[in-house]
DNA sequence: TATATAAATGTAATATTATAACGTTACAAT
DNA sequence: ATTGTAACGTTATAATATTACATTTATATA
């Protein structure tokens, strides 16, 4: 029932042109579904999150905008997150502060990061099980869920194996 | 298997002064055990973060801290609270950038936080089930498991009552 | 008990992350 | 064409967290 999502990326080198250009061209089905704006601004930050599958930060996100828009601000770059993390284009992983593209964003979906603190490379897991079980646990108790944050740190195996 | 830690808690009004002294004694005999010293400044920061179960920020507490010791600067909160969660006496909320007690630091644990976003109160699950099968789900896509953020949101019975 | 060592704290400065407030421009629905 | 809303520009600042280095306190043991 779950399973890894973007598992190429996950199996060492794939083709990340192909990965990006595919996030992109879904992004923009995503917006025009949801009658929403992928404006230049928010799509070139899509696109510059997505460029790699490592955590970026919001000012790291600024450093690389700013190569095309030197006077741009920190806030554009919180407003542009704001629209993605709203839309579901891209994830917060907040023991990091720091943000990934969404590789399955036309899915409704409840997932797990995990994260390797190596290379900072993060994943998605499909986890509904563990959804549905911590949310049956959380109502025996009667607390009424509504969001979950679950985030793995580790390593992975690429990481794992240059480190024995 | 899984159970809630501070039921009481949840369980709407109960002996506050009795809970803090009890975590705080036992905060006394771990630190003993482990040969670590929770200091005149380190006790105090936990019986501050201890004084409600809701989930209180660094300079919250500085504030707090600060109607004993005025001069009292955020490196000495942040120390404190390094020390804290080293120990496992304290855990950060990484959603919220705050900080509460842990009422069972004593039990080897691992635990989802729930938390109330109508009144903050935080609450602790034993969710070893859920970190067993998180871990083996990861561990099949060859991913060493570290540690585990689990943090859900959502409301408490009393506030969903309150807002029905 | 003196003293060496390590741990804890004091103090100042600064780095990092994120938001508020308000004006202007662009879009898109009538 | 007008008008209302969403997006963006600009400035300032809030909120969170760490670094660096000096000083003091506790602990072990000579």
Redesign the interface.
């Given at each position: 029932m779950?399973e890894?999502i973007n598992?190429t990326a996950?199996q060492g080198p794939h083709n990340h042109q192909a990965c990006m250009t595919q996030t992109l061209q879904s992004a923009e089905s995503i917006c025009a579904e949801k009658g929403v704006r992928l404006t230049v601004i928010r799509r070139r930050i899509l696109e510059l999150i997505c460029s790699s599958h490592k955590a970026i930060g919001a000012y790291e996100l600024l450093d690389l905008f700013r190569l095309d828009e030197p006077k741009a601000k920190p806030v554009t770059i919180y407003r542009a997150l704001d629209f993605l993390i709203e839309v579901g284009l891209v994830h917060k992983i907040?023991?990091l502060n720091a943000f990934i593209g969404c590789l399955q964003a036309e899915t409704k979906h409840q997932t797990?990061i995990?994260i390797?603190?190596e290379c900072k490379n993060a994943?998605e897991?499909d986890?509904s099980?563990?959804y549905q079980?911590?949310?049956a646990?959380?109502k025996e108790?009667?607390?009424?869920?509504?969001?979950?944050?679950?985030?793995?740190?580790?390593?992975?195996?690429t990481c794992?194996k240059t480190l024995k």
């Amino acid at each position: 029932m779950d399973e890894l999502i973007n598992n190429t990326a996950t199996q060492g080198p794939h083709n990340h042109q192909a990965c990006m250009t595919q996030t992109l061209q879904s992004a923009e089905s995503i917006c025009a579904e949801k009658g929403v704006r992928l404006t230049v601004i928010r799509r070139r930050i899509l696109e510059l999150i997505c460029s790699s599958h490592k955590a970026i930060g919001a000012y790291e996100l600024l450093d690389l905008f700013r190569l095309d828009e030197p006077k741009a601000k920190p806030v554009t770059i919180y407003r542009a997150l704001d629209f993605l993390i709203e839309v579901g284009l891209v994830h917060k992983i907040e023991s990091l502060n720091a943000f990934i593209g969404c590789l399955q964003a036309e899915t409704k979906h409840q997932t797990a990061i995990l994260i390797c603190d190596e290379c900072k490379n993060a994943y998605e897991l499909d986890a509904s099980s563990v959804y549905q079980s911590l949310f049956a646990m959380s109502k025996e108790i009667q607390f009424t869920p509504a969001s979950l944050t679950m985030e793995l740190h580790g390593l992975c195996s690429t990481c794992s194996k240059t480190l024995k």
